[in-house]
């Protein structure tokens, strides 16, 4: 399995910014999807997941900014952030739980910088 994320940069607060992850070595369609993000100096949170019916679930503190797509034809999930805070800086992943390979599998991350 590999997960590919790209989109992160450094924005000021208020700011967008489109996070996407490519995945392989996977049945794509089949599996429930994960955005993840660790803050500077903290543990790694939950930040959305979409399930193979594109049903969205979402961590309280996203309050309605950030939208879970994903397309099976490109195998890409995208993270679409708006209205980001400075506690939105973290190094954010994408991530699949796979307990049928007993193990869930982690990309390398992209940083988001928001600037107040």
């Known amino acids: 399995v590999r997960l590919q994320a790209s989109g992160g940069g450094s924005v000021q607060a208020g700011g967008s910014l489109r996070l996407s992850c490519k995945a392989s070595g996977l049945n794509f369609g089949l599996n429930t999807m994960d955005w993840y993000r660790q803050p500077p100096g903290k543990q790694r949170e939950f930040v959305a997941s979409?399930?193979?019916?594109?049903?969205?679930d979402y961590a309280a503190f996203v309050k309605g900014r950030f939208t879970i797509s994903r397309d099976n034809v490109r195998r890409t999930i995208s993270l679409q952030m708006n209205n980001l805070e400075p506690e939105d800086t973290a190094v954010y992943y994408c991530?699949?739980?796979?307990?049928?390979?007993?193990?869930?599998?982690w990309g390398r991350g992209t940083l988001v910088t928001v600037s107040s």
């Open positions: 979409i399930t193979s019916a594109a049903s969205a």
């Open positions: 991530s699949i739980d796979l307990p049928a390979r007993g193990r869930r599998y």
